[in-house]
């Protein structure tokens, strides 16, 4: 009876294990997915730079970055025909029409922790989002 007892909390013991490792696994490979989206985002000479293509949109649409850093956003424009070359950043209050193929540079100062920045199209049917923690 008791030894029915201690095999059945072992195989329980052991499922559970089971369950966890495949779990961080899972998690573990969701991170790595999420680190691909963060690549538009670099340090050179104690400014961050985040890097937005624009072209019939937006992307990436969400960038993750860091706060308390000097930041600048680079939009990258390249044959954009699209209203998206019609960029509105309230927050760094920038208004401009894009070149059809080229960089354009948004100084964002320094930017705070949970303080995201928007941009969007002049029609405001395309945006993106530059998240700060
Ligand atoms: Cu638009």
């Known amino acids: 009876m008791s030894k029915n007892a201690l095999s059945i909390v072992i195989v329980s013991i052991v499922l559970v294990l089971i ?3 495949t779990f961080d696994a899972k ?17 050179k000479n104690g400014v961050q730079y985040i ?3 624009a072209k019939g949109g937006y992307s990436p649409r969400v960038s993750s970055a860091k706060a308390g850093i000097p930041t600048k956003i680079i939009i990258k424009t390249k ?3 699209d209203c998206s ?14 070149p059809q193929s080229g ?6 100062g320094t930017p705070k922790a949970g303080e995201p920045v928007q941009g969007v199209c002049g029609m405001g049917m395309y945006s993106f989002v530059v998240e700060f923690s």
């Open 19 to 21: 369950f966890i490792f």
């Open 103 to 108: 960089e354009t540079e948004i100084d964002l």
């Open 79 to 81: 044959d954009t025909y």
């Open 85 to 98: 070359a019609l960029l509105v950043v309230r927050s760094a209050k920038f208004q401009k029409i894009l």
């Open 51 to 53: 890097t937005i293509n």
């Open 27 to 43: 998690s573990k490979a969701g991170d790595s997915s999420s680190t691909q989206s963060v690549q538009n985002v670099e340090v």
